[in-house]
């Protein structure tokens, strides 16, 4: 659905004359170009960045991470299941709060993640680590937790819809979802 509506503000803009030959992008092209055609281009050129940055079937951008036992981790060098859930929250949101604790409380997701058919990773993706001293013992041991040292958001190795945000990767680190819906994360995740 998002990329029906990019490809249609796509071709609004090519169709204005303001714009017309104009295939380079470069200030001087658009220097004719009214404050509101020159923000719309840029909203579709970021659309356009964001849609390609972690696409499903590339493989995952790599990031550091500190456990909860402080050791320094990084996602790819990481040992996981057939299937990866990987889950960027924040402790301030109480959405997030929420969606974490209905995922501690579904046995099978505690099942599958006992049986080593999936491998979770939960990410404080805001780097607060006075926030995080006091959070990392509160979830389950059959998960990985992190907080993010390598600025995922900050570096635009990741972006996110809303948080939590919810990627579902293969054992390689190939993207199967990206920013999907909680329940529909899991549903794949749990296939």
């Given at each position: 659905?998002?990329?029906?509506?990019?490809?249609?503000?796509?071709?609004?803009?090519?169709?204005?004359?303001?714009?017309?030959?104009?295939?380079?992008?470069?200030?001087?092209?658009?220097?004719?170009?009214?404050?509101?055609?020159?923000?719309?281009?840029?909203?579709?050129?970021?659309?356009?960045?964001?849609?390609?940055?972690?696409?499903?079937?590339?493989?995952?951008?790599?990031?550091?991470?500190?456990?909860?036992s402080e050791q320094l981790c990084s996602l790819h060098a990481m040992e996981s299941a057939a299937?990866?859930?990987?889950?960027?929250?924040?402790?301030?949101?109480?959405?997030?709060?929420?969606?974490?604790?209905?995922?501690?409380?579904?046995?099978?997701?505690?099942?599958?993640?006992?049986?080593?058919?999936?491998?979770?990773?939960?990410?404080?993706?805001?780097?607060?680590?006075?926030?995080?001293?006091?959070?990392?013992?509160?979830?389950?041991?059959?998960?990985?937790?992190?907080?993010?040292?390598?600025?995922?958001?900050?570096?635009?190795?990741?972006?996110?819809?809303?948080?939590?945000?919810?990627?579902?990767?293969?054992?390689?680190?190939?993207?199967?979802?990206?920013?999907?819906?909680?329940?529909?994360?899991?549903?794949?995740?749990?296939?």
């Open positions: 659905m998002t990329q029906r509506f990019w490809r249609a503000g796509v071709a609004l803009l090519a169709s204005l004359p303001l714009l017309a030959g104009c295939s380079s992008g470069t200030p001087s092209a658009l220097s004719g170009a009214t404050p509101l055609v020159l923000e719309s281009s840029a909203a579709l050129t970021q659309s356009a960045t964001d849609q390609a940055l972690n696409a499903p079937g590339s493989t995952a951008a790599d990031f550091s991470y500190l456990d909860a299937k990866l859930l990987l889950v960027f929250f924040d402790p301030d949101c109480d959405h997030c709060r929420n969606i974490l604790q209905l995922l501690m409380r579904n046995g099978e997701l505690s099942a599958a993640l006992d049986e080593g058919r999936l491998t979770l990773l939960a990410v404080y993706a805001d780097g607060n680590i006075d926030a995080w001293e006091t959070l990392k013992g509160r979830f389950p041991s059959n998960w990985r937790v992190g907080i993010d040292l390598s600025g995922v958001q900050s570096e635009d190795r990741y972006r996110f819809d809303e948080m939590p945000a919810f990627y579902l990767l293969d054992a390689n680190k190939r993207v199967l979802l990206k920013n999907a819906r909680p329940e529909v994360a899991l549903a794949r995740a749990l296939e």
